[in-house]
């Protein structure tokens, strides 16, 4: 790739193809889709750096997830100091909507963490009761991030 635009900011399709790699189509379709930012100078069409970091959208794994929530998720503090989190009441998360019929309550608990070392407070909901609770269409779209991320890693 040609820095010497980029060390401008700007980046031409070609070059933004090149930084993502895609395709230049996949860069046309990207722009028409909306999901990429770009900018118009004239008749050319130029992209910064950042706008094409946003495109791309990381899924993170099970294994990930439970990997991470061992730390900090601010500073990466490998110790997490368990706790609760207070209120007037125990503090639960209820998704808006649910499966219509569930011999359950449909509160889900919340675990919390802080950090030691920055003071941030991390709170991690049961994913078992979370799975029971989740309605088809949440269900199918959580697999198939699933199965993205591991298309992902695959590739």
Known sequence: MD?????????TV????????VS????????RDGSLSFFKMGGSTRFRRANLDMVARKVTSKEEGRQR???CSVCGHSF???????????IYFMPKKTKFLVFSESVVNIAAHACPACGHVQMF?????LAKLMRQQDAEASKHAE????DLDKG
Do not use: C, H
């Not at 070609?14 to 790699?21: F, L, P, V």
């Open 69 to 71: 929530a061992g730390r």
């Open 3 to 11: 820095d010497s635009i980029t060390a401008e900011g700007w980046m």
């Open 125 to 129: 909901a049961d994913t078992e009761k």
């Open 80 to 90: 997490l100091l368990s706790g609760s989190v207070r209120s007037t009441g125990k």
């Open 147 to 150: 199965d993205e991320e591991n």
């Open 24 to 31: 230049e189509p996949t860069i046309f379709r990207w722009m």
């Open 14 to 21: 070609k070059q933004a193809a090149e930084y993502m790699g």
